[in-house]
């Protein structure tokens, strides 16, 4: 009898699980599809996301920005300025241009937001995107890259945070459920901060 009862909790577990899986399983794209890049574009001028990752696009949010792409870009790059406008903000920012020749911001700076939170910048345009390769989760994701692409549109232009990923583990699955969440703050948070509008 016990047996017969850890086997139906097991599975009341399982089913559980298995409902909230499939009730969220919608994509966690918040975005309108119909305004700037659409969910199934990928490139953008010279930058081809798919050069870095294969991963499935998981997670957008675009937020309109009365300012020129290249201001935009500027903001994404700007790390000292993410604890204004960053959900949630970083403990201690610190850019490393060690590795590049130029000793310059670019493909190969590293960005730390805290201990054992490392990005590397595997691209950077500065008048249209940025796409970094996060060195933490990574027995939780695969191909995992945070991507920033900056469109023109009439009075000034659409930022795209993205992000793409395969989960591996039920951590990295529950983390990529608060993604969206934290991306759809900072972008509220950059409207409010210059005028914008979250779309």
Do not use: C
Not at 192 to 198: A, D, I, M, T
């Amino acid at each position: 009898m016990k047996r017969v009862l850890k086997i139906l909790a097991g599975l009341i577990v399982v089913a559980i699980v298995g409902a909230l899986g499939f009730l969220s399983f919608s994509p966690t794209l918040r975005s309108d599809p119909d305004v700037g890049l659409s969910p199934e574009m990928h490139a953008f001028g010279d930058v081809d996301v798919r050069q870095f990752t294969h991963a499935p696009l998981g997670a957008e949010v675009k937020v309109f920005l009365p300012i020129p792409p290249a201001d935009a870009v500027a903001l994404a790059s700007g790390f000292d300025r993410y604890p204004e406008w960053v959900a949630p903000p970083p403990e201690n920012v610190v850019v490393d241009n060690s590795a590049r020749d130029t000793g310059d911001f670019g493909a190969g700076s590293l960005v730390s937001y805290q201990e054992g939170e490392t990005d590397e910048i595997v691209y950077y345009d500065p008048n249209v995107a940025m796409i970094a390769e996060p060195r933490w989760g990574l027995a939780d994701f695969e191909g995992h890259r945070g991507v920033v692409i900056v469109t023109p549109a009439e009075g000034g232009s659409i930022m795209h945070m993205r992000r793409y990923f395969e989960t591996t583990s039920l951590r990295g699955w529950m983390m990529s459920r608060m993604m969206p969440m934290f991306m759809e703050s900072s972008a509220a948070n950059l409207a409010e901060l210059y005028g914008g509008e979250v779309l």
